[in-house]
């Protein structure tokens, strides 16, 4: 494919020197590009179609990297890696030593702000722009925020802060959950220049010194503006929380973008324009089915992605879901929660045949645990589904909320472990410690996709909080289809797996399957743990009383983490036995494929027959 403008640019600066109505040529060279990009690679595709015409305002208007640009969360900055020098690096982007899907500050000076989780820019902006006018230096800053990621609790937080603040901030809602509406027509874009220009606000700041000696009118004057402005603009909100309000404008009009950003970046004090864009923007599949085309595997740009392909792979997500509905039909006072990931928690299903007991609380982990435990006090069963990353956001709420009074929610929790090409700020590596320390929780792990459903039932009958933490994708043997029936486990009992001698290996989770592959050459004995808490004491000690060498293998942290516990036990009963304690370093892991990330970190079965090994020689 050709690109003749795209190959003129560099850098950011290079994009400042194409004449303006060469700009609408550049975005469908960019679209083009991303969308077969993106098609070879695998990544975020609907997002970032949407954000090309505004990604380009911003470099074309701001003088950046002097100028930050805070991007939220970051599923949207494929083209802003392109316009930033990263575009070769798109080849090599989420896998290993390639690019991140998400901005990072160690990646490229136009990357201000490390992200991953939603609803941060408004707070790292406004820090900066604080900063700016602390140290007397005159840079802009910007943080675009998307209508999802301004549902969470911090994008408020900071509006509140920010608005009381005098710093030179703007902030831009990229809002994509609707289509352009009415008043983004000539009318509504005269008005957004309009209030966004000089002389508008020149005027605005001298009636209010003229009126300041009479407040009584200053008053009656400040509400006659916000009126006007009500008239055309959804903005009261935002002018209450001290923020000058600019649009609804058109986010794909290149021609309304540059001179309203133009004169928004003259401005002082906090500025907020809501921008209407479109996922999916030109590429009419994803058009059409922005969910589906959000975060894509490899798939034929042409053809789009072909729904039969992979989509009956037995998966632990998708397990849930059943189970979900299983259970739900079975018992009227199952409530499902999620915190915006139906599709990627697999609840679909259930939204759809219990739409009654069914609530998608936007971004906002924490309200989803209060909101649950509210509801438990009432006599209802919330199940909790959320990932493993998101919810350290709402570990206070966890805490004080829900175990402190003991009581009966269900977390179902995707993606504990390595979750591959999204990264460091995705990788579940650390629930199982900040599970472990909490009182009255249980905490499972299954080693297979049927034991995940016996203890989603077994979670669910607990008179408590318990939480079952299963990865993304399937379990690395075969998958393990479950019964269709509901039964649960013995509470804190695991099970031996494979009889062997000398060593015992104690497996927490999917890593069973290296284990047990390992224990041939060993002729060990493995233990599938099943519970992190309560620990099964009883096989412990078994184990510790008929072995030389204990084991423990987990996809978590190895600080504080099962191993962890295991040795507290092992303390607590008074039994000194060697102990290797294997699983995920101290230090975060970056992208790549999942089992290629398990070798290099030693956690395949290879690397646990060689680590038991040298460690069997150290001890001896």
């Known amino acids: 494919m050709a690109f003749p403008l795209l190959d003129t640019i560099s850098d950011p600066a290079d994009l400042r020197q194409l004449p303006r109505e060469q700009l609408p040529a550049l975005a469908e060279e960019l679209r083009a590009f991303l969308l077969d990009s993106v098609a070879k690679t695998g990544g975020h595709l609907s997002s970032n179609l949407g954000t090309i015409e505004l990604t380009i305002a911003l470099?074309?208007?701001?003088?950046?990297?002097?100028?930050?640009?805070?991007?939220?969360?970051?599923?949207?900055?494929?083209?802003?890696?392109?316009?930033?020098?990263?575009r070769a690096g798109m080849a090599g982007l989420r896998t290993k030593a390639g690019i991140s899907g998400f901005p990072r500050r160690d990646e490229s000076a136009y990357d201000t702000f490390g992200v991953g989780?939603?609803?941060?820019?408004?707070?790292?902006?406004?820090?900066?722009?604080?900063?700016?006018?602390?140290?007397?230096?005159?840079?802009?800053?910007?943080?675009?925020?998307?209508?999802?990621?301004?549902?969470?609790?911090?994008?408020?937080?900071?509006?509140?802060?920010?608005?009381?603040?005098?710093?030179?901030l703007l902030v831009i809602l990229n809002d994509n959950d609707m289509s352009i509406s009415p008043p983004v027509g000539a009318l509504n874009k005269y008005l957004a220049r309009l209030l966004s220009g000089r002389t508008f606000n020149a005027a605005r700041r001298a009636g209010e010194k003229v009126l300041a000696m009479a407040p009584p009118l200053l008053q009656l004057a400040k509400r006659a503006e916000e009126h006007v402005k009500g008239m055309f603009v959804p903005g009261t909100l935002f002018e209450e929380l001290g923020f000058n309000y600019i649009g609804p404008i058109d986010g794909h009009d290149l021609e309304s973008l540059i001179p309203t950003l133009q004169n928004l970046r003259?401005?002082?004090?906090?500025?907020?324009?809501?921008?209407?864009?479109?996922?999916?923007?030109?590429?009419?599949?994803?058009?059409a089915d922005p969910v589906l085309y959000h975060g894509v595997a490899k798939f034929d740009a042409h053809n789009g992605i072909q729904s039969g392909k992979g989509g009956g792979k037995l998966s632990f997500t998708r397990i849930f879901g059943d189970w979900l509905c299983d259970m739900g039909a079975a018992d009227t006072r199952l409530v499902g929660i999620t915190p915006a990931m139906c599709e990627g928690s697999g609840m679909t299903r259930f939204a759809a045949e219990h739409p009654d007991r069914y609530h998608d609380v936007g971004i906002a982990e924490q309200h989803a645990l209060t909101f649950a435990a509210g509801l438990a006090c009432e006599g209802m069963k919330p199940v909790v589904a959320i990932y493993s990353t998101f919810l350290q956001r709402a570990y206070d709420q966890l805490i004080h909320d829900i175990a402190l009074q003991n009581l009966d929610v269900t977390f179902a929790i995707d993606r504990g472990g390595l979750v591959g090409a999204d990264g460091a700020t995705h990788q579940g590596a650390f629930d199982l410690s900040f599970l472990a320390c909490i009182p009255n929780l249980v905490v499972m792990a299954p080693a297979d996709e049927a034991e995940c459903r016996q203890m989603l039932t077994t979670a669910y009958h607990h008179p408590g909080p318990a939480a079952v933490r299963y990865p993304r994708g399937s379990s690395s043997g075969a998958a393990v289809p479950p019964a269709p029936t509901l039964d649960a486990l013995p509470l804190g009992k695991g099970e031996i797996r494979r009889r062997g001698r000398g060593v015992a290996i104690l497996a927490f989770g999917t890593l069973l399957t290296a284990a047990l592959e390992a224990a041939e050459s060993l002729d060990a004995t493995v233990a599938n743990m099943r519970f992190v808490k309560p620990l099964d004491l009883a096989l412990i000690r078994e184990l510790a009383e008929t072995h030389d060498l204990l084991v423990t293998v987990e996809e978590n942290t190895i600080i504080g983490g099962a191993g962890s516990e295991v040795a507290r036990a092992l303390e607590g009963m008074g039994l000194v036995k060697p102990l290797l304690r294997l699983g995920l370093p101290d230090s975060f892991i970056e992208h790549g494929e999942q089992g290629e990330m398990l070798a290099e970190l030693g956690l395949n079965s290879a690397a646990l027959i060689e680590r038991i090994k040298m460690f069997k020689q150290s001890i001896t």
């Open 59 to 86: 470099h074309y208007v701001f003088s950046t990297p002097e100028d930050r640009l805070v991007w939220d969360v970051g599923h949207q900055t494929y083209a802003h890696k392109v316009l930033t020098g990263r």
């Open 117 to 168: 989780h939603s609803s941060t820019s408004i707070s790292a902006a406004l820090g900066m722009a604080v900063a700016a006018r602390d140290k007397g230096e005159q840079r802009r800053v910007v943080a675009i925020i998307g209508d999802g990621a301004m549902s969470a609790g911090q994008a408020f937080e900071a509006l509140n802060n920010a608005g009381v603040i005098d710093a030179n």
């Open 266 to 287: 003259e401005l002082k004090g906090p500025q907020f324009l809501h921008v209407i864009t479109r996922k999916g923007q030109g590429y009419k599949l994803a058009e």
